[in-house]
């Protein structure tokens, strides 16, 4: 008999219901439930909610290569053109084109014609193979007897102008075999005030001066340096600072060699009274 009602029971319950008359319990049905909810299907996003993906660019990693010659680049200045290149000797040509840039925003066609130098007023370029005292003694073989019938204060027989103080001692003492007994006098700014250096040329005789453009013409202009007894003015033109400039490569002094040039020098040169000199 009670086998009969427990076929019963099975056969009266639904498809998919608990093994067991304890699956009526709240355990079976929370099992059932949870595989419902895992089974059922997500609803699909729509178009507007759809979110944009985003890019994102990636930059190649710089090579050792391409960071040298990045830094290569960077690093190439005119220096190094400069180091590069064979040094070339002045010319008096290189004077004369320099002097018609300078002055042609300022004089007229005719103006700047007249600025030009006769060959006759230059003495021989140096031709990079001289030490400053050979090639004096080239351009000047007589220079002792020269500097003997010199007696006139407030004067020199030579100049030679150079870009900087520093410049200006190494010359006076790379001059040493030629000077002899001449009276040499530093004509820069550097520690010595405008002055003192008028009354020196004021007490005694000085045969050789040597020093930067602007106080040449700073002297010139209060009265300290007379230029009429000049006879050679030499420029040092081939010598070139740390940075590879020739002092008429920096434009501070380019200015001043020509304003000096300006002050009776140019027609001391015309008058074939004053030579001068690349070294």
Not at 66 to 78: E, G, L, V
Not at 86 to 106: A, H, I, R, V
Not at 150 to 160: D, G, P, W
């Amino acid at each position: 008999m009670a086998d009969a009602l427990g076929d019963e029971w099975w056969e009266k319950q639904p498809a998919g219901a608990a093994s067991s008359p304890e699956a009526s319990d709240g355990e079976g049905g929370g099992d059932t439930e949870m595989i419902q909810q895992e089974t059922a299907p997500v609803p699909a996003q729509s178009k507007k909610t759809k979110q944009p993906k985003e890019c994102f660019l990636i930059k190649p990693k710089e090579t050792k290569e391409d960071a040298t010659k990045t830094k290569r680049r960077r690093k190439k200045k005119i220096t190094d053109v400069l180091a590069k290149s064979e040094p070339k000797p002045g010319t008096p040509e290189d004077l004369q084109n320099l002097m018609k840039d300078y002055f042609s925003s300022s004089r007229s066609v005719i103006e700047l014609e007249e600025l030009n130098l006769p060959d006759s007023c230059f003495l021989k370029a140096n031709d990079l193979t001289h030490s400053l005292s050979s090639y004096l003694r080239e351009i000047c073989p007589k220079w002792v007897k020269l500097r003997k019938n010199h007696n006139e204060k407030k004067s020199v027989l030579m100049l030679i102008i150079c870009s900087s103080a520093v410049r200006a001692l190494e010359l006076i003492r790379s001059m040493t075999a030629f000077r002899g007994d001449s009276k040499v006098m530093k004509l820069f700014a550097k520690h010595i005030k405008v002055q003192e250096q008028v009354k020196l040329l004021e007490k005694r005789v000085v045969h050789l001066g040597v020093g930067t453009p602007g106080r040449i013409k700073e002297l010139i202009k209060q009265g300290g340096l007379n230029l009429n007894p000049l006879k050679f003015l030499v420029f040092d033109w081939n010598w070139r600072d740390q940075k590879l400039r020739r002092m008429m490569d920096i434009p501070e002094i380019r200015k001043e060699v020509f304003e000096l040039l300006e002050m009776g020098v140019l027609s001391l040169c015309k008058s074939e009274s004053l030579k001068l000199g690349l070294f």
